[in-house]
């Protein structure tokens, strides 16, 4: 247990001492998944704390989602490739980061394609006649955290073959290169059952649940700039949801 650092003479509280030991023990690879962790008493005894204060540094390192409790068999470390709200964050990266995963995007395609080609969004589109289409799979340690397609009218984006590269941001090449910062966007949100197709890509089960954002994005004058599908597999993604009623009451 040489990872855990107990400072008495600190003005940290003790629990959280050892919680943030834990923490970057298993952040930083020192514990790997599915590792059991020392009894609550145990780690009591050997750092002459008392087990309340261990109880809360484990409570919070479950709530967070990094170990979990078996009963009967012990405390385990948890770390699963498994993210909260990530498509409303606004840096991918720094969230991948925070959990414990190196993050990385791989550019499956780019091509032309004409208007017809686009598959159907649920928000009108407007007719722009050719598009790139640009398919890109984000991961967390090599797993697919996302899958995204890009409609970049051809007009708007000259020569954007130049600049797609799996190390350049393409939120960059939009806002930077292109010069359209600060878009406003709409977004329609749907569970879908994965195909065949989806799965391989997202490396997942077919039939599987998928969280699907249908995303058009547009200046302040309200024109069009360009439009996303994004894909999140289910079993690595969970969302958030309002709902509210007629007089704005949560359900």
Known sequence: MNYIRIDKFSKIPLYLQLKDSIKNAILTGVLKDKDKLPTEEFIGQVFNISRPVV?????????????????????????????????????????????????????????????EDVPAFSLDLPPYPH???VKRVRKADDVPIAYEIFYLPTNLFKNLDRYITNEMSITNIITEIYNFPNLLGECVISAIEVDESLASILKVEPESVA???????YNHNKVPVFFKLSYFPGERNSID???????????
């Open 241 to 251: 949801v309002e709902i509210k009623g007629d007089n704005d009451g949560i359900h």
């Open 211 to 217: 969280i699907k954002f249908d995303i058009l994005h």
């Open 55 to 115: 109880r809360q540094a484990y409570q919070s390192l479950i709530d967070e989602g990094l170990i979990t409790r078996h009963q009967g068999k012990g405390t385990f470390v948890n770390k699963k490739v498994h993210f909260s709200n990530i498509f409303f964050k606004k840096n991918f990266n720094e969230e991948v980061v925070l959990k414990g995963f190196k993050p990385n995007s791989n550019i499956l395609s780019m091509e032309i394609i004409n208007r």
């Open 131 to 133: 598009y790139y289409a």
